[in-house]
């Protein structure tokens, strides 16, 4: 019987992406060092880090490689975490703010060590800008640029309403934060990228072999439709696509639904006039917007959350005002691409590492801030695996709290919140 091949989602990076082979699906019994379950940003980044140190490794994706959110985000290399380190030391202490703080950075950097190395075509392309919508947000953002000095980043650059029009073609922002540590990628070809020089080294990766069950033991035992993985070490790096495989990493996260747009390809000078400098953009809401310019010229906005995962459907419909708002010079520019992606939401907005057993060990919840945390994580589940486990544990020590109310609640708790927080951005508060 044939099994029904999952796809990729109609987003603009699927019909983009470098051509790419499909891998097979796992059928049989296998043998590894380490089984990582899932083959998106922290699935790779871990069995890349891995296999560059000899271990043999399988991914096994339940769809394709770069399938859920590391092949359909905004495509920003936001620096730090969902919460920053003021809020980590307030929370957890000094000893923890700096153990974190110490690594706050450095995810952008393993991301540009890996274009270098593997030669990685993803549309690289330095310096992202926080917006201020109003007098408040600019504070935070100098408060921001303070503290992450403290922390050694030197590369930051707050302007005023006349120096972010330099960079952005509106007259929404009273001005914003530059940092030239951060950037934008294509996402799916930094993960497809990863895949390939994680293949180069001797990985096998499995697509279209959903994990039906964990067998915890030495080794540990992973079961799919057709096959089996015995491993010393098991990694789960599934996020907001894990489902209910591990009920209680389930219950510590949240899957969120982002909406993203892009528009037809526009005129050179259009795409100049409205991003000249050519960065990305995030405002300082709440429920943010965030848009760049893709290597081809067309404008890719996203913005708004949808509690639980559910499809929103009419993604134009939710988007395009929200960018016309920003551009109303691209009201007669039709949009060619839609898609939804889910990100994994914590409680505490800080991600969860740990172990669900002692050759176990997971990582999850970035919370918004995936695309850098997710490749500082692989780095950090590999040096616990080879017996290096001061970094992890400075994340693992951290508290993990379920959603209050359990899985019933914690979706219209966390809409309510939302709409909360929506009300606040309205009003400038």
Not at 2 to 11: E, L
Not at 268 to 290: G, K, Q, S, W
Request: glycine share 10%; hydrophobic share 40%.
């Amino acid at each position: 019987m044939a099994t029904h091949k999952i796809a990729h989602t109609t987003s603009y990076y699927a019909a983009s992406a470098n051509p790419t082979p499909e891998r097979p699906e796992l059928t049989g019994a296998h043998r590894a060092d380490v089984c990582v379950i899932g083959a998106g940003y922290t699935g790779l980044s871990t069995a890349l880090h891995l296999a560059e140190q000899g271990y043999s490794v399988i991914v096994l994706e339940a769809a394709r490689v770069g399938w859920g959110a590391s092949g359909r985000n905004g495509g920003q290399i936001i620096n730090s975490y969902s919460r920053d380190m003021d809020v980590i030391e307030r929370w957890h202490g000094k000893e923890a703010a700096q153990a974190l703080g110490s690594m706050a950075f450095e995810g952008g950097r393993i991301i540009r060590e890996r274009v270098q190395k593997y030669d990685i075509q993803c549309d690289l392309k330095d310096s992202n800008i926080f917006a201020a919508m109003t007098a408040k947000q600019l504070k935070e953002l100098e408060e921001k640029k303070a503290l992450w000095e403290r922390y050694g980043h030197t590369a930051l650059e707050v302007v005023d309403a006349s120096g972010i029009r330099q960079h952005v073609g509106t007259d929404r922002y009273v001005g914003g934060l530059i940092d030239h540590w951060g950037g934008h990628i294509h996402p799916l070809n930094l993960a497809l990228g990863e895949a390939a020089a994680f293949e180069s080294l001797g990985g096998q990766i499995f697509e279209q072999s959903a994990v039906t069950k964990i067998v915890e033991g030495q080794p540990a035992k992973v079961y799919t439709a057709k096959g089996e993985v015995s491993a010393r070490f098991l990694v789960v790096a599934g996020n907001a696509y894990l489902g209910e495989l591990v009920p209680k990493l389930a219950e510590k996260s949240l899957p969120c639904g982002t909406q993203v747009l892009t528009t037809e390809p526009l005129p050179e000078a259009l795409a100049r006039e409205l991003l000249p400098t050519d960065m990305c953009v995030e405002d300082c809401n709440f429920l943010l917007d965030y848009y760049r310019l893709t290597a081809d010229n067309r404008l890719l906005y996203g913005g708004g959350t949808v509690y639980g995962a559910r499809d929103p459907g009419e993604i134009e419909r939710l988007i395009r005002p929200k960018m016309l708002k920003t551009f109303p010079q691209l009201a007669d520019v039709k949009v060619a691409f839609g898609w939804t992606g889910n990100f994994s939401l914590t409680l505490s907005r800080l991600p969860q590492v740990g172990k669900l057993a002692d050759n176990i060990y997971y990582s999850q919840g970035c919370s918004g801030h995936g695309v850098t945390y997710t490749h500082l994580a692989g780095r950090l589940l590999s040096e616990a695996i080879a017996g290096k486990t001061e970094r992890f544990n400075a994340f693992a020590s951290l508290p993990h709290f379920p959603f209050p109310g359990g899985r019933l609640l914690r979706v219209p708790m966390l809409t309510a919140g939302a709409w909360y927080y929506g009300v606040r951005d309205k009003l400038g508060v």
